[in-house]
């Protein structure tokens, strides 16, 4: 490294000398010269403080417009992006195998190609006589679609340049792209971030939509680099069981939205059917007289959703060692919820195998369901249903209060407006004054504790 060369320079008038001394040159003043090192080329070429262009800034309070939506003619794939796409943007949709990720992308595509809107559809995995064939299944085989085979991320930005910049552009998946400027296969960690890196320029370049299909894991979560999901501006989620008809579009991260909305799809021979109504699907075909079910209303970001929980509880005789099987909850909530149970309330659940299903496959996250779990388990062991048109919702907590909920008046429209007409709430619900009005006229039968609960639901006095 080079020995960086001192200069001095005079406090007084600012001259530069090669050598100290006492009185400076210039302006004769005395003791006025301190050593200063010059900056050497290596320095000089490392200093990021100067060297550079100005940017411009901008003031945050400044009047700006809004990025403008562009419809996917997909009313639920809009809902879970926030409106819509907006121009620009980067969007990571990731999922399990065969659950629908291409079909919902070349529905949308064909919706807004017929609108007279240019769309690029680049697919790694299918040679495009494939997807043709796809779009003719579906019936959208007149769609003006532009539509390649590609795996190379030069030749892809190539092509783009070289025509009109389109609407939006669909890389199908981002895992068979490579880059000739990174050494390795396709789909390794290296491939991945620098083709995502240079799709995602050219979408801000251009104002362009990229959709990047991306692959999952064994535990669900997108494959490839963590930093993949920094790098965009939108992650979602298509989630559902090949058994059962739903999908649900979940937005994890929106930069442009909020991150609780979902979309609800039904996958039909035509192709995936918009659901505007959830809880048609989860509580289709329900005996509301069967003991061990409740009905929960769960809510996905404005969404309320209303499912049923239902549970079944067999006695053991042998002595044996009790099951605990939950489908579609937390194991451990329900462990939780079967100890306050035995320690607040008085049941004993020891010598009584514990099953717990959501009915139609949905998942449940909302700690709002512990109340409508514990009605279920309840009624299963007591053997007295809850009644017709009835709903239940509350948080539990360790000592066997009922905690309050958010959005419970949203929840309780919702059930009114199907139907139901009571609910099992905790009392900070009717505490802060909730009329008719606010709860769709639904009759509300209020608790503190859950002692209070499984004396009703049990007839003590």
């Known amino acids: 490294m080079a020995k960086p060369r001192k200069t001095y320079v005079c406090q007084a008038c600012g001259s530069v000398a090669t050598r100290w001394q006492g009185q ?15 900056p050497t080329a290596f320095s000089a070429r490392h200093d990021l403080q100067t060297g550079g262009h100005r940017i411009a800034l901008s003031r945050l309070d400044s009047a700006v417009a809004l990025p403008s939506r562009i419809p996917t003619g997909i009313a639920e794939f809009d809902r879970a992006l926030g409106g819509g796409l907006v121009a620009g943007s980067a969007v ?8 629908g990720k291409s079909t919902l992308l070349l529905q949308a595509s064909a919706n807004m190609a017929k609108a007279g809107n240019h769309i690029v559809y680049i ?6 006589d494939q997807v043709r064939l796809r779009a003719l299944r579906l019936g959208l085989a007149d769609a003006p679609i532009d539509l390649a085979s590609a795996t190379s991320v030069r030749d892809i930005l190539t092509t783009l340049r070289a025509m009109p910049t389109p609407v939006m552009l669909v890389i199908d998946s981002i895992q068979t792209m490579h880059s000739d400027l990174i050494e390795g296969a ?34 669900g979560s997108i494959a490839g680099p963590r930093v993949l999901e920094h790098m965009v501006d939108t992650v979602m989620s298509f989630e559902g069981e090949r058994s059962h008809q739903y999908r649900i579009l979940r937005s994890i991260k929106n930069r442009f939205g909020a991150t609780d909305e979902i979309g609800v799809f039904a996958m039909e021979e035509e192709g995936l059917s918009e659901v505007g109504n959830p809880s048609s699907l989860f509580l289709s075909d329900r005996d509301a007289q069967m003991p061990g079910t409740s009905v929960f209303p769960a809510l996905e970001g404005t969404r309320p959703v209303l499912v049923e929980i239902q549970a079944l509880t067999v006695r053991l005789s042998s002595g044996a ?12 909530r329900m ?7 035995e320690a607040r309330c008085g049941l004993s659940f020891s010598t009584a195998e514990v099953y717990l299903n959501i009915a139609g496959g949905y998942r449940l996250s909302d700690p709002a369901a512990d109340l409508a779990v514990a009605a279920a388990l309840i009624s299963a062991l007591s053997e007295r249903p809850i009644g017709a048109g009835t709903i239940v919702f509350g948080e539990l907590s360790l000592s066997g209060e009922l905690r309050p909920v958010a959005h419970a008046g949203l929840r309780l429209r919702e059930a009114a407006k199907l139907g139901f007409e009571k609910a099992l709430v905790p009392a900070s619900v009717t505490a802060k004054g909730k009329g008719a009005g606010d709860n769709g006229g639904m009759r509300l039968s209020s608790y503190a504790r859950l002692a209070n609960l499984v004396d009703q639901l049990l007839g003590r006095n």
């Open 24 to 38: 400076c040159a210039d302006c004769g003043e005395w003791n006025t010269l301190v050593e200063q090192s010059a």
């Open 92 to 99: 990571l949709m990731g999922g399990d195998p065969g659950i």
């Open 123 to 128: 697919s790694g995995e299918e040679a495009a």
């Open 186 to 219: 396709p789909g390794t960690v290296s491939q991945v971030r620098a083709s995502a890196q240079e799709l995602i320029r050219f979408a801000k370049d251009t104002g362009c939509a990229v959709i990047l299909v991306g692959h999952v894991t064994k535990d």
């Open 321 to 332: 060692t009790p099951r605990r099987a939950v489908v579609g909850w937390d194991s451990g």
């Open 335 to 341: 462990a939780m919820v079967l100890a306050v149970l």
